[in-house]
């Protein structure tokens, strides 16, 4: 539990580096290597240590030197059930092993995946190209075992809807299976641009046409790779929307202006100000609030380079303070807006609604998910007790409480928020924020539920 007494802006620097999205992938393409690969400035959050431990389990040898990853992947070899049920808890990411595995050893293994706090998560599109690459996809109680007796060959697919997590297994397995894949409707967020360029330096060969087409030419082996991700832009709209929500100013190092165009617009718009440091070591953006009422916006969150569904919790918050009212459609997720629940408890004004609000219908119309939200502000947010339903709403929860007037109790926040935020409570220090640990709470909460 941390304690957070409110009210205070933030104000200082805090520094991003390599994005949680595409270090976690990263780390899993090593596996497709016969030499050693080398990963720089990796965050040290709970998804790097949950896909070390698997990379370890499956015979690769994992060493971090200060923020600097080194994957000897030359003994890959078999993983027990429960090893891997061990160290993959209920993270999604043993789904994304399935394409390395099956090339490299002839067998992966997905542990049950349950659901989690935003939606089904289904990861029906992941096996069903699994099968067309010839995977043989077998359910059993304890998980869900894959073999490839006959090797894996290019596909032609088009996914339902552009996910990223798909789109990156038809990557991972088309690089060194026979022949040519062809994926349509592909996710292009800058996380998988940046695997792309992990790939390539390994060997693959990998062509993204217009209109969402990625053509991969299967290679016969790939090398290793040295590479340094691109900065989290997810925690950068964090800590801006922090800076706003709370009247404050913050510069994040690190963070870069063309991976967060849409969201640079979206901070403008509501009144934030910010300003871009683009020099190559030591920039960043500054955000700031400049004075003045902030204004309403309606908004929808979509597939790149529409407003990442990640953003939208901290906007949220920071809208509970812009004069008038604000729309937020959420159309990837159906259900990534439960969190406001909590904000209401805090004296924001935001209601919920099935309807496809403020653009145009989405997959979720009609079918019954409050996936729009409206807030009308600005609101004096109050302190609470919050409960921290998963890693994006968590941080936008304790955005409000550092927003609000009193002393609010946040619970959740080791099983949550280190996954995706490193260092936060030394950052938040950092910024002035007066948050405490009561000493006997200073013990691991369990591990995470969800990706
Ligand atoms: C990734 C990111 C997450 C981000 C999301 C969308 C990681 C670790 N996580 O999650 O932070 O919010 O992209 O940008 O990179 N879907 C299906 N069937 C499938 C797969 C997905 O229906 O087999 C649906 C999902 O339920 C969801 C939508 O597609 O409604 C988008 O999901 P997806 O893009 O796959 O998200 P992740 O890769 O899990």
Same mark, same amino acid.
């Given at each position: ?59 690769? @040898? ?6 600097? *990853? ?11 059930? @429960?090893?891997?049920?061990? $160290? ?31 939606? /089904? ?13 010839? =995977? ?37 397995? =088309? ?11 592909? =996710? ?14 390994? /060997? ?15 290679? /016969? ?5 040295? $590479? ?28 870069? #202006? ?25 920039? !960043? ?32 918050? =920071?809208?509970? #303070? ?9 159309? &990837? ?5 439960? +969190? ?33 939200? &409206? ?22 929860? *304790? ?11 946040? +619970? ?13 409570? @030394?950052?938040?220090?950092?910024? !002035? ?19």
């Amino acid at each position: 539990m941390l304690m957070i007494h409110g009210g205070t802006p933030l104000e200082g620097e805090v520094t991003v580096r390599g994005a949680k999205n595409l270090v976690s992938k990263a780390m899993v393409a090593a596996l497709l290597g016969n030499s050693p690969s080398v990963l720089r400035g990796v965050p040290a959050i709970r998804d790097v240590e949950v896909v070390t431990g698997l990379l370890r389990v499956h015979g690769v @040898d994992v060493d971090l030197d200060g923020d600097t *990853l080194y994957m000897d992947p030359t003994s890959v070899g078999q993983a027990g059930v @429960d090893e891997i049920n061990v $160290h993959a808890g209920t993270s999604r990411i043993p789904i994304l092993f399935c394409g390395p595995l099956l090339h490299r050893l002839g067998h992966a293994f997905i542990p049950d995946l349950g659901g989690c706090n935003i939606g /089904g998560r289904p990861i029906d599109f992941h096996l069903e190209a699994l099968r067309q690459f010839g =995977a043989v996809v077998d359910k059993t109680p304890e998980g869900t075992h894959l073999s490839a007796p006959d090797g894996l060959h290019g596909i032609r697919y088009e996914l339902d809807f552009p996910s990223v997590g798909a789109t990156e297994q038809v990557l991972l397995t =088309a690089v060194t299976a026979e022949g040519t894949t062809e994926l349509r409707n592909a =996710a292009i967020e800058p996380e998988i641009m940046d695997l792309i360029c992990v790939l390539q330096k390994m /060997g693959a060969i990998i062509k993204v046409h217009t209109n969402r087409v990625i053509e991969v030419v299967g290679v /016969g082996a790939l090398g290793g790779y040295s $590479h340094r991700p691109l900065p989290d832009r997810i925690e950068a709209a964090s800590w801006a929307s922090a800076a706003l929500a709370t009247g404050g100013n913050v510069f994040v190092r690190g963070s870069n #202006q063309a991976d967060m165009m849409t969201f640079l617009n979206v901070f403008r718009s509501i009144g934030g100000a910010y300003d871009v440091d683009d020099d190559p070591l030591e920039g !960043g953006i500054r955000f700031w609030h400049p004075g003045g009422p902030l204004k309403p916006v309606a908004l929808e969150t979509d597939v790149h380079p529409g407003l990442m569904t990640d953003w939208q919790q901290p906007i949220v918050v =920071a809208l509970t #303070q812009a004069d008038g009212l604000s729309i937020m459609h959420e159309t &990837v997720y159906e259900n990534r807006l439960g +969190y406001t629940s909590e904000l209401r408890q805090m004296g924001a004004g935001i209601e919920l609604y099935s309807d496809c609000l403020g653009g145009a219908p989405c997959r979720w119309g009609r079918r019954n998910f409050l996936h729009s939200a &409206v807030i009308a502000g600005p609101t004096k947010l109050h302190a609470a007790e919050l409960r921290i339903p998963d890693l994006r709403a968590g941080f936008s929860h *304790l955005i409000a409480a550092l927003a609000a007037e009193g002393t609010s109790r946040v +619970y959740g926040v080791d099983r949550y928020i280190t996954r995706g935020y490193e260092n936060f409570e @030394d950052k938040l220090r950092g910024l !002035g924020a007066k948050i405490e640990r009561p000493a006997l709470e200073r013990t691991r909460e369990p591990t995470p539920a969800d990706a």
